[in-house]
């Protein structure tokens, strides 16, 4: 009688397992045939200075408001850089879930600058596998700090192609070919064409924390200029709580538009030229639908 019960128990195991098998088999099969948007690339609109390929939502608006402060080489006597900033203000408004508008005013050199993303293509898996996800980004701004320019001598325009792939849930790499044009440049004898090659990266150590890091290379002739200028290289952690994101980042650019930190980095890491620096960011929502369907 045991070896009967043992030998019915040892079949419906067996009869369970098969089905389990079945069931998974066929789940999976279904999963092969949906298209998976890979989400979450970047935690901002931003990866430090440059955009990434993150648009805002639709119907949400971000609130930015971007500091940077003094060279940290400045010496105690400027406290290390703290005793001096510079602001961006910015709005972003996502027109669609693909494409943002936004709008911004910085202190230096009193900037209003101007731009919009439209994201073409979405990293996917499943059905149709998207190994990478392209964002198209276009700029323009008013220098308004020289009163005696005309103003289409003040104006500058940016048009960017960011390239990026997740790679996994921790890393992700982005690339940002960059075209960027002066009606005049600050600095006599410089180009007013300047290409130029962003690479940028996020790495998550927890669920709200991330490393992330960018380099500008800028295509410029040599000896070209009576200033410097040197490639934009900045670091930093990005910190989410809720609505809001933190960047905490140290930057050898003062400027926080492409404009100024892609073509007018007159600081370098090897000499100590360094500013601390912090984007906060704010999403406030107006999509009534998601709201009732919130409460």
């Given at each position: 009688?045991?070896?009967?019960?043992?030998?019915?128990?040892?079949?419906?195991?067996?009869?369970?397992l098969?089905?389990?098998?079945?069931?998974?088999?066929?789940?999976?099969?279904q999963?092969?045939?949906?298209?998976?948007?890979?989400?979450?690339?970047?935690?901002?609109?931003?990866?430090?200075?440059?955009?990434?390929?993150?648009?805002?939502?639709k119907?949400?608006?971000?609130?930015?408001?971007?500091?940077?402060?003094?060279?940290?080489?400045?010496?105690?006597?400027?406290?290390?850089?703290?005793?001096?900033?510079?602001?961006?203000?910015g709005?972003?408004?996502?027109?669609?879930?693909?494409?943002?508008?936004?709008?911004?005013?910085?202190?230096?050199?009193?900037?209003?600058?101007?731009?919009?993303?439209?994201?073409?293509?979405?990293?996917?898996?499943?059905?149709?596998?998207?190994?990478?996800?392209?964002?198209?980004?276009?700029?323009?701004?008013?220098?308004?700090?020289?009163?005696?320019?005309e103003?289409q001598?003040?104006?500058y325009?940016?048009?960017?192609?960011?390239?990026?792939?997740?790679?996994?849930?921790?890393?992700?790499?982005?690339?940002?070919?960059?075209?960027?044009?002066?009606?005049?440049?600050?600095?006599?004898?410089?180009?007013?064409?300047?290409?130029?090659?962003?690479?940028?990266g996020?790495?998550?150590?927890?669920?709200?924390?991330?490393?992330?890091?960018?380099?500008?290379?800028?295509?410029?002739?040599?000896?070209?200029?009576t200033?410097?200028?040197?490639?934009?290289?900045?670091?930093?952690?990005?910190?989410?709580?809720?609505?809001?994101?933190?960047?905490?980042?140290?930057?050898?650019?003062?400027?926080?538009?492409?404009?100024?930190?892609?073509?007018?980095?007159?600081?370098?890491?090897?000499?100590?030229?360094?500013?601390?620096?912090?984007?906060?960011?704010?999403?406030?929502?107006?999509?009534?639908?998601?709201?009732?369907?919130?409460?």
């Open positions: 009688m045991k070896l009967l019960r043992l030998m019915l128990m040892l079949t419906c195991s067996t009869t369970v098969y089905a389990q098998d079945d069931l998974l088999s066929e789940l999976s099969k999963d092969s045939m949906v298209t998976v948007p890979v989400s979450a690339t970047f935690k901002s609109t931003r990866v430090v200075n440059g955009h990434s390929v993150e648009t805002m939502k119907k949400h608006l971000d609130f930015r408001i971007s500091h940077r402060f003094g060279r940290l080489n400045s010496g105690a006597y400027q406290f290390f850089g703290l005793d001096q900033a510079t602001m961006r203000m709005f972003e408004y996502g027109v669609t879930d693909d494409f943002m508008i936004g709008v911004g005013r910085s202190t230096s050199q009193k900037v209003y600058d101007f731009f919009g993303k439209l994201k073409v293509l979405k990293q996917s898996e499943g059905a149709r596998n998207i190994p990478v996800s392209v964002t198209l980004f276009g700029g323009t701004g008013v220098a308004t700090v020289n009163k005696e320019l103003f001598d003040k104006l325009y940016s048009a960017q192609v960011l390239i990026a792939r997740k790679f996994g849930e921790r890393l992700s790499l982005q690339l940002s070919p960059t075209f960027l044009h002066r009606n005049k440049p600050e600095v006599l004898g410089d180009e007013k064409v300047l290409l130029a090659l962003g690479i940028g996020r790495f998550k150590l927890s669920k709200r924390v991330s490393l992330n890091g960018e380099y500008f290379y800028t295509a410029r002739e040599k000896n070209t200029v200033a410097p200028y040197y490639d934009s290289m900045s670091f930093g952690v990005d910190i989410e709580t809720g609505g809001h994101v933190f960047q905490l980042h140290f930057t050898n650019s003062l400027g926080m538009i492409e404009k100024q930190f892609i073509g007018e980095t007159a600081g370098t890491w090897g000499k100590g030229d360094i500013h601390y620096g912090f984007n906060i960011s704010r999403t406030f929502s107006f999509d009534k639908k998601n709201k009732k369907a919130a409460n």
